[in-house]
């Protein structure tokens, strides 16, 4: 953690930057922690496996109008609040 409380990341290309929020990895799960409350982050590969489908039917699934709106738009692809997406899966468990 850094001296302003937010995360200075170890690892990757982005190593020494420091992020205006802090970050934890729970059980291999992202959490961003906002004022106190964590929350947990889901990609294309996580709802992959919670789905049982591949990484290519979840796009297909994202592009949906009743599927939520990502929490951020990154580079190496979007990500998702991980309750947002599973209340989404529990009503449209026949997709």
Do not use: N
Not at 51 to 79: K, N, W, Y
Request: one cysteine or more; charged letters at 25%.
């Amino acid at each position: 953690m850094s001296p302003s409380g937010g995360a200075v990341l170890r690892l990757g290309k982005l190593a020494g930057r420091r992020l205006p929020y802090p970050l934890a990895v729970v059980k291999h799960r992202s959490c961003i922690a906002s004022g106190g409350v964590a929350q947990e982050l889901m990609g294309t590969a996580e709802i992959a496996e919670l789905m049982g489908v591949s990484r290519q039917r979840v796009h297909q699934i994202t592009q949906r109008p009743d599927f939520p709106e990502p929490v951020a738009r990154l580079v190496a692809g979007h990500i998702w609040d991980a309750a947002d997406v599973r209340r989404w899966i529990k009503a449209h468990r026949d997709v």
